[in-house]
């Protein structure tokens, strides 16, 4: 089981970071995660398979003014 944003993903264990994001509409572009209270680069998504046990927060920058 993985934590996403302090909610449990059963079906995300074992699918890359990369995956997961594209499933569930983040622009890749326009956020940033940390795994386990660090961050992941956005050249490890690809690579980065998801564990059980994962803490992920993905977090999304908005503009405004």
Do not use: H
């Not at 934590?3 to 890749?28: P, S």
């Not at 209270?37 to 050249?43: M, N, Y």
Request: glycine letters at 12%.
């Amino acid at each position: 089981m993985v934590q996403v944003n302090g909610e449990r993903i059963d079906a995300a264990d074992g699918v890359t970071l990369a995956r997961y994001l594209e499933q569930n509409g983040y622009k890749k572009d326009r956020i940033a995660v940390e795994c386990n209270g660090e961050i992941v680069p956005k050249a490890e998504y690809e690579s980065r398979v998801l564990q059980d046990g994962d803490v992920i927060e993905v977090v999304s920058f908005v503009g405004g003014g």
